[in-house]
T-cell receptor, first 110, second 113 residues
Framework: GEDVEQSLFLSVREGDSSVINCTYT??????LYWYKQEPGAGLQLLTY?????DMKQDQRLTVLLNKKDKHLSLRIADTQTGDSAIYFC??????????FGRGTSLIVHP | EAQVTQNPRYLITVTGKKLTVTCSQN?????MSWYRQDPGLGLRQIYY???????DKGDVPEGYKVSRKEKRNFPLILESPSPNQTSLYFC????????????FGSGTRLTVV
C-alpha cells in the first residue's frame, strides 16, 4: 500500500526555525496535509497544500512541496514552546482515504 | 460548534467484557473513520465508512466492529476486548472527496486488563 514517512523526533531551540520533513509514495496524491496533536488532544488540521502547488505560506507556517521527489516539508518560523507537539503528515490519493505518517515529536527547549 | 464527540474519554475494562465507544459528528459529513494510536506506530486505521450503511475495513480491523445506521453516528464495538487493544482511539469525519481535511474527536483512552 501507499506509505508516508517522517522522522520521529525533532528538537529545536526557542526562536529558531523548525523544519519537519515528510516523504510519500502515492503519485496520485491530490492533497497533502499537516496536522498538529497537542498532549492529551486529538489531531487538528494545521494546513494543507494542493498537489499542483509548490509552496503555501500562512503566518509562521510555510509548506513546501516537491512533487517530483514526493517530498513535503513544514517550516515553523520563530518556534515557540507552544509549538511543542506531534506533527503528522498525511496525503489524500485517488481512493479518498488519507494515509498518515507516524508523526514527528517537536520538542522546543529554551 | 462543529465537532466530533467521542465517549467515553477514558475507559478501563476487563478482558472479554463487550464495550462500545460512541462517535457522533454534527457537520453532516459523509466520511467517518476510526483510528488507534500507539507509541511508535502512529495512527492506524481500523474501519471507515463512506456513507450510511457503507463500511470497510482499514489496516487493523481484527477484534473490532462498526455500524453506520445514521449519518451522524459511527460507534466502535469491541465484542471481546483483549489487552492488545489497549490504546488511544480517535474518531474522525470529513466531507467526502474534498480538501477540507479531517475533524478529529478528542480521543478515548482504553485500557484492557
Amino acid at each position: 500500500g501507499e506509505d508516508v514517512e517522517q522522522s520521529l523526533f525533532l528538537s529545536v531551540r526557542e526562536g529558531d526555525s523548525s523544519v519537519i520533513n515528510c516523504t510519500y509514495t502515492d503519485s496520485s496524491s491530490t492533497y497533502l496535509y499537516w496536522y498538529k496533536q497537542e498532549p492529551g488532544a486529538g489531531l487538528q488540521l494545521l494546513t494543507y497544500i494542493f498537489s499542483n502547488m509548490d509552496m503555501k505560506q500562512d503566518q509562521r507556517l510555510t509548506v513546501l512541496l516537491n512533487k517530483k521527489d514526493k517530498h513535503l516539508s513544514l517550516r515553523i518560523a520563530d518556534t515557540q514552546t507552544g509549538d511543542s507537539a506531534i506533527y503528522f503528515c498525511a496525503e489524500l490519493g485517488g481512493s479518498y482515504i488519507p494515509t498518515f505518517g507516524r508523526g514527528t515529536s517537536l520538542i522546543v527547549h529554551p | 460548534e462543529a465537532q466530533v464527540t467521542q465517549n467515553p474519554r477514558y475507559l478501563i475494562t476487563v478482558t472479554g467484557k463487550k464495550l462500545t465507544v460512541t462517535c457522533s459528528q454534527n457537520m453532516n459529513h459523509e466520511y467517518m473513520s476510526w483510528y488507534r494510536q500507539d507509541p511508535g506506530l502512529g495512527l492506524r486505521q481500523i474501519y471507515y465508512s463512506m456513507n450510511v450503511e457503507v463500511t470497510d475495513k482499514g489496516d487493523v480491523p481484527e477484534g473490532y466492529k462498526v455500524s453506520r445506521k445514521e449519518k451522524r453516528n459511527f460507534p466502535l464495538i469491541l465484542e471481546s476486548p483483549s489487552p492488545n487493544q489497549t490504546s488511544l482511539y480517535f474518531c474522525a469525519s470529513s466531507r467526502q472527496g474534498t480538501n477540507y481535511g479531517y475533524t478529529f474527536g478528542s480521543g478515548t483512552r482504553l485500557t484492557v486488563v
